[in-house]
C-alpha cells in the first residue's frame, strides 16, 4: 500500500534551517509528483511547492522562494524540504503529499511533521 | 496568490444537507477544471474526497458531491452523518504548476 512515512517532530531557535524527509513506499517513486504543504497551528493548509522525483527543477511557492529548497533521492525513495531563515511563522505541521496519477490532485499524505521555532 | 475564499462554518443535523463555496478567480478555480477537495479531522492528515471538480476516489462515499460554476466550486454532503464532522479544504490548480488552497470550512453536525 502506499505510504509517505515523514521525519520527527523538530525544535529550531530564528535564523535556523530545517529539513524535513518524506520516504515514499509502496509504489514506483520516480512516476509521482511529490508536494508540500503546511499548516498553521488553527489555520489552513499552505502550498509550498512541488518536486519531479524523476529529475527537473523544483516550482516553489513565491512566498517561500529563496527560502526553501526541495530535493529527492531516488536510491532510498525519498524527497527532502529544506527551509531556511526559521522566524517564528514557520511555526507548523508540516506534509508531504503525492499527486495523483490524472494530476492536480494530492491522494496521498504523509502524517506530518511539526516544526516549531522558538527562542 | 491569495487562498480561495470559503466560509468559515457550516452546519447541519444528522440526515440534512450542507453545501461548501470555494471562491477564486479565473487565474484559478474559473480556469481549470482542476479542483479538489479534502477532509481533515482534528489533529490528522488531510484526505482526498474530490477531485477534478466532480470526481470521487474509490472509498469515499456517494453522499458527497463536487460541481463548479465560473469561479465558484461546491462541495455537497447530502445526508450528513456524524462521521463527517471535520474542516474541509478546497484547492486549485494555479498555472505554471503552482496550487492553492482554500481558507477551509468546519462543519458542524448538530
Known amino acids: 500500500q502506499v505510504q509517505l512515512v515523514q521525519s520527527g517532530a523538530e525544535v529550531k531557535k530564528p535564523g535556523a534551517s530545517v529539513k524535513i524527509s518524506c520516504k515514499a513506499s509502496?509504489?514506483?517513486?520516480?512516476?509521482?509528483?511529490i508536494h508540500w504543504v503546511r499548516q498553521a497551528p488553527g489555520q489552513g493548509l499552505e502550498w509550498m511547492g512541488i518536486?519531479?522525483?524523476?529529475?527537473?527543477?523544483?516550482t516553489y511557492a513565491q512566498k517561500l522562494q529563496g527560502r526553501v529548497t526541495m530535493t529527492r533521492d531516488t536510491s532510498t525513495s525519498t524527497v527532502y524540504m529544506e527551509l531556511s531563515s526559521l522566524r517564528s511563522e514557520d511555526t507548523a505541521v508540516y506534509y508531504c503529499?503525492?499527486?495523483?496519477?490524472?494530476?492536480?490532485?494530492?491522494?496521498?499524505w504523509g502524517q506530518g511533521t511539526l516544526v516549531t521555532v522558538s527562542s | 496568490q491569495s487562498a480561495l475564499t470559503q466560509p468559515p462554518s457550516v452546519s447541519g443535523s444528522p440526515g440534512q444537507s450542507v453545501t461548501i463555496s470555494c471562491t477564486g478567480t479565473s487565474s484559478d478555480v474559473g480556469g481549470y477544471n482542476r479542483v479538489s477537495w479534502y477532509q481533515q479531522p482534528p489533529g490528522t492528515a488531510p484526505k482526498l474526497m474530490i477531485y477534478?471538480?466532480?470526481n470521487r476516489p474509490s472509498g469515499v462515499p456517494d453522499r458527497f458531491s463536487g460541481s463548479k460554476s465560473g469561479n465558484t466550486a461546491s462541495l455537497t454532503i447530502s445526508g450528513l452523518q456524524a462521521e463527517d464532522e471535520a474542516d474541509y479544504f478546497c484547492?486549485?490548480?494555479?498555472?505554471?504548476?503552482?496550487?492553492?488552497f482554500g481558507t477551509g470550512t468546519k462543519v458542524t453536525v448538530l
Open positions: 509502496g509504489y514506483t517513486f520516480t512516476n509521482y509528483y
Open positions: 503529499a503525492r499527486e495523483g496519477s490524472t494530476y492536480y490532485y494530492f491522494d496521498y
Open positions: 477534478e471538480v466532480s
Open positions: 484547492s486549485s490548480y494555479a498555472s505554471s504548476s503552482t496550487y492553492v
Open positions: 518536486i519531479n522525483p524523476s529529475g527537473g527543477s523544483p
